[in-house]
Antibody, heavy 112, light 106 residues
Framework: QVQVVESGGGLVKPGGSLRLSCAAS????????MNWIRQAPGKGLEWISY????????QYADSVKGRFTVSRDNAKNSVYLEMNRLSTEDTGIYYC?????WGQGTTVAVSS | DIQMTQSPSSLPASVGDRVTITCRAS??????LGWYQQKPGKAPQRLIY???SLQSGVPSRFSGSGSGTEFTLTISSLQPEDFATYYC?????????FGGGTTIEI
């Protein structure tokens, strides 16, 4: 059964940093690109990043480019999102997944 | 960036209704589009991939069509569990972009 589980969310002050993790199981992880999307409270979905199956290629939304870094460890079936210079606009639920399956999300709250 | 314009933003409907949601891309995206359903407090679930292919396990009352710049999601006979918010996502060109969402409400 394909499953992804996000972790690492929490409360952080503006300007701070946070690292999200995503553990995958039930499929050949190294065969798949992985994505991060997010949802601000009461708002729609926003795609923010992907990483290629071997980690060589990454892309970002303009809203996070230069502040967020996606990486992966295929030996651990995991993908990560390093988030720096966080602002209140980064508050929301962050989901990890392939385009067909998403985890249940982890909540990031940026507040002073 | 490719803009995805989704309409309507809200859709009053009743059980048994046939409903159609539209997404228009600001430039051609072939058929690199998926449709997602999201219920409150839950992760999005993909219903349709490649614009018109039904995701495994999704009821056949859901269907998708279109290619290029215009896409539709149709629910042939609305069921109580279908009241939710629906999004399209283009994955032809980075940055990928979601439509603004359509909430089907009673």
């Amino acid at each position: 059964q394909v499953q992804v589980v996000e972790s690492g969310g929490g409360l952080v002050k503006p300007g701070g940093s946070l690292r999200l993790s995503c553990a995958a199981s039930g499929f050949i992880f190294s065969d798949y690109y992985m994505n991060w999307i997010r949802q601000a409270p009461g708002k729609g979905l926003e795609w923010i990043s992907y990483i290629s199956n071997n980690g060589a290629h990454t892309q970002y939304a303009d809203s996070v480019k230069g502040r967020f870094t996606v990486s992966r460890d295929n030996a651990k079936n995991s993908v990560y999102l390093e988030m720096n210079r966080l602002s209140t606009e980064d508050t929301g639920i962050y989901y990890c997944g392939r385009l067909d399956v998403w985890g249940q999300g982890t909540t990031v709250a940026v507040s002073s | 960036d490719i803009q995805m314009t989704q309409s309507p933003s809200s859709l009053p409907a009743s059980v048994g209704d046939r409903v159609t949601i539209t997404c228009r891309a600001s430039q051609g995206i072939r058929n690199d589009l998926g449709w997602y359903q999201q219920k409150p407090g839950k992760a999005p679930q993909r219903l349709i991939y490649a614009a018109s292919s039904l995701q495994s396990g999704v009821p056949s009352r859901f269907s998708g069509s279109g290619s290029g710049t215009e896409f539709t999601l149709t629910i042939s006979s609305l069921q109580p569990e279908d009241f939710a918010t629906y999004y399209c996502l283009q994955h032809n060109t980075s940055p990928y972009t979601f439509g603004g969402g359509t909430t089907i409400e009673i």
